[in-house]
């Protein structure tokens, strides 16, 4: 009976080593110190860009310098914070027209693979969520800078952007001209070591 | 023992006073020392942190303190009638700006719309927010009310002081001592 107790404390103890190995390579993104920005760009009519973002949402990321391949991250995006500086504009982009909001508040990144490609830089694939929608994308993705920072943490930023078409999500553009059918994704953060 | 009487404060109104005095002074300070601190700072977000923290525990031993202050019986007031007119509005001037800083505290870190965590351990939600130029004008009014409640809580002491030393009168024992409470 105590041996079996000790067993089973020694084992415990064992993966939870293994578990806090594990964790010196996870990051939570700063969205507490809001170093961290989604961001779209869509073309209006021709005549210039409509810029927005995305103000609530949160993630974290693993990597590892050292296992690249084994890098991932999750996001989740409260999609009714979308802001143009416009609230009306937000209004119409956030009802049936378009995102739908009140029928899928979120929309979520979850990765499924990591490619690197030379020197702080590769390609990030994983499913996209939006609307509904689930589709698999691929984004470009580059390392800013990794240390410590002057506050107690370790920090990891990166950056990335990718082409979205819209009718993979369900959002009918038909009525708008071509070159509104996609928009350029950006994202940039940074996460802070747990 | 607990409650307080017509002669003496019980002992939630004196650990609230010390408790609120102890604090304001050491936000004070902190708030002083941290808004001068360098971006490179190993402070710059902790010190904030601790500082928001606090202020939001003080806000809400502030407002059971202002409901406790108004359920139970105050101590009988000393010194002449406009001392004593003197200290009923100086009492109620402590109060006003304790409630004035705390809020427009609140007010600066809301203004965008997010809440305050209090030592990680809950979330405050922020309700107003957006208001024009909320941030700063928060922030002048912190600032400034700030100041003032340091100055008259300086005041408060010095009259304080008065009463014990020259008036001899209980004003400041009663506000250590429970007991005095009891005495009818």
Known sequence: ?194 | MWSNTRSGWGLISIALHWLSALVVVGLFALGWWMTDLGYFDAWYNRAPWWHRSIGMLLLFATLLRIVWRLAQPTPQAHGSRLERLAAHFGHIALYVLMLAVLFSGYLISTAKGRGISVFDWFEVPALISGLPDQASVAGAIHWYSALALIVLAVGHTLAALKHHFLDRHDTLVRMLNPARARRR
């Open chain 1, 1 to 194: 009976m105590f041996k079996r107790a000790a067993i089973v404390t020694a084992l415990s103890a064992a993966s939870l080593a293994v578990a806090g190995h594990a964790l010196a390579d996870d990051y939570v993104i700063d969205t507490e110190g809001q170093h961290a920005f989604v961001q779209f760009k869509i073309n209006h009519l021709g005549f210039s860009y409509i810029l927005g973002q995305f103000e609530d949402f949160e993630g974290s990321f693993h990597y590892d310098p050292d296992d690249l391949e084994a890098s991932s991250v999750e996001m989740e995006v409260q999609v009714g914070s979308l802001h143009t500086n416009h609230a009306e504009r937000d209004r119409h982009f956030l009802s049936d027209d378009f995102l739908s909001a009140d029928e899928y508040p979120t929309a979520t990144f979850v990765s499924t693979g990591f490619e690197p490609k030379g020197e702080d830089e590769g390609v990030l694939s994983g499913e996209l969520t939006l609307k509904g929608e689930t589709r698999e994308i691929e984004m470009p993705v580059t390392l800013m800078g990794e240390g410590d920072d002057p506050w107690g943490n370790y920090r990891a930023g990166f950056e990335g952007s990718t082409t979205l078409t819209l009718a993979d999500y369900g959002i009918d553009m038909s009525d708008f001209p071509e070159v509104m059918h996609e928009l350029e994704l950006y994202v940039t953060f940074e996460g802070v070591r747990q």
